[in-house]
Every structure is written in C-alpha cells, then in structure tokens.
C-alpha cells in the first residue's frame, strides 16, 4: 500500500472521528432536551389529574355589594392563591374586586394544601351573581351556578 | 527508481490527499447540517410538548353581549406569541381583537388573553378553539 492511501485513510480516519464526536455530543443533547421535556410534560399533567375543586358554599349580601365564595382542594396537589383566576357570571374578576382572600384556619399564607378550604369575597358585586368559576394556575376548575 | 516514478507516486499521493480532503469535508458539512436540523427540531418539539393553553370560559357563563368574551390562559412552562393566536368559532377562523390581562407584557406562564370576537353568537351549541404558532391548541363547547 502505497503512501497515498494510507493519507487518504488518515484523513478518512480523522473526519469520521470529528463527525462521530459531533453527531453523538447533538444525539445526546438533544436527547436530554426532549427528556427533560417530557418529564415537564407528565408532571403538568399528573399534578392537573391529581387537582380536584369543589364550590361548598355561594353566597351573595345584598346590603354590602358582597359575594362570598368558600371552596375546598379535595385534590392531593398543593396550589397557590395568588394564582387563581374567578369568573363572575361569565367575565374575569379583576384582581381589585377581591376584597379578601384566606386560606380558612391557615393564617396569612399562600400556600392552599389538600383538604383545606378558601374563603373569598368579592367586592362590589352589584347583583347576585348566577355562576361562579375559580380556575388554578395548571387550569384546573371549579364552578358553581345558581 | 527514477524521478519520472518519483514525481508520478508524488501526483498520485497529492491526488488522494486532495480528494480524501474534499469527501471528507462534504461529509463533515452534511453531517454538521443534519446535527443543527435535528438539534432544531428537538428544540422546537420540546418547545411543543411544554406549553399548553386553555380556554378558561365559563361554559354556561360564555358573555356574548356587546361582543363574545373568550378567555385564553397559559398553562405551560413557555412564554408564547399571544397576537399571532389563531381562533376558530364553530370551526370558522374568525377576527378578534386581542388584549393582554392584568398589565401583563408578554404571554408567559399564567398569563390570559381575552379575546373579543364581535358578531353576536345566536342561541345554541358552540365551539371554539384557539391554534398558537407552535401548534399547540385548546378547544371548548359551550352553549347559550
């Protein structure tokens, strides 16, 4: 074998070393990109399956314009107050109608554990509402109608 | 051996050297192209797979007077382009006016879009359902 071919092989030698080490270091990036993907993907949709709302209690005070809405995580996974959005008969609740927001028995916190129940009042309402909708941060619901 | 065979082995070896170098460097360029295609692609598809929107309407509270009210909020882990948002109502792609909520900039992670669609929507079953640029879509059914 003469010296040209084993150039030719040295080169051919070294190129498919580079590709090699460039196709596999992107295989391996974007593997993880996608994997870490998909661990953010089935972790939304577990906490969303494992979220469970329930309106208990509705009431509406005429003589102070205010609506009273209690409503209980009897779901497993723990949400954020600050995150909710309401609707009232249909259209959003700007923040500044939320006269008080608690986490009933828990003190000041944001923090809304299973099994514990929120109590909101909205003010001013100017009429009694007919359906009520609270929507958490992962776009779990629950409703509430006349 | 003589120098004609001296400086034929000598063509000859630049040759090979020459057109080794040449393939090589092909290869290297499709391989480098299809690596940033494919690193591209994982991108845009993880992308995908970790945003999410949903239609947050009351769907026995849809306000369709002066105009219908939608209400779109990001539920996934991505910031997205709320104005390039397609709508569809009843499966035809309508014109709504758009607007950021609760003195948001930008469509990230918890942030809702209203939508403001203006023919008045007669009684009955209805369906909406809004597309994002990445593919991802929401639909809801409601009625009035």
């Known amino acids: 074998m003469g010296f040209d071919v084993t150039a030719a092989n040295i080169i051919f030698f070294i190129a498919a070393l580079a590709i090699g080490s460039v196709a596999l270091g992107a295989y391996w990036a974007n593997a993880e990109h996608v994997e870490e993907a998909r661990r953010i993907e089935m972790e939304r949709a577990q906490e969303l399956a494992h979220t469970n709302l329930t309106v208990m209690d509705a009431s509406y005070n005429a003589g102070f314009d205010r609506f009273t809405v209690e409503i209980r995580n009897s779901g497993s996974t723990v949400l954020d107050i600050s995150e909710l959005v309401y609707l009232i008969d249909g259209v959003l609740v700007e923040a500044t109608l939320v006269e008080d927001l608690d986490v009933i028995g828990a003190g000041a916190t944001d923090v809304w554990l299973p099994l514990e129940t929120i109590e909101i009042d909205f003010r001013p309402v100017t009429s009694s509402p007919a359906a009520f909708q609270l929507v958490a941060a992962n776009g779990a619901r629950a409703n509430w109608r006349l | 051996m ?32 299809l690596t940033h295609k494919a690193t591209d692609r994982a991108r845009s598809f993880g992308d995908e797979i970790t945003s999410e929107v949903k239609i947050i ?12 009210l939608f209400y779109v909020k990001n539920t996934g882990s991505t910031t997205l382009d709320w104005f390039n948002m397609t709508v569809f109502v009843d499966g035809a792609l309508v014109t709504t006016t758009k607007s950021l909520l609760g003195g948001e900039t930008t469509f990230r992670t918890g942030a809702v879009v209203e939508l403001l669609y203006d023919p008045t929507l007669p009684a009955g079953d209805h369906r909406v359902a809004v597309s994002m640029e990445n593919g991802v879509h929401d639909e809801l059914r409601f009625r009035i």
């Open chain 2, 2 to 33: 003589g120098a004609d065979t001296t400086s034929t082995q000598l063509i000859f070896f630049i040759a090979a050297t020459v057109v080794a170098t040449a393939t090589a460097g092909i290869f290297t360029g499709v391989v480098g192209d």
């Open chain 2, 57 to 68: 309407n009351d769907p026995s509270a849809v306000v369709t007077s002066p105009d219908t």
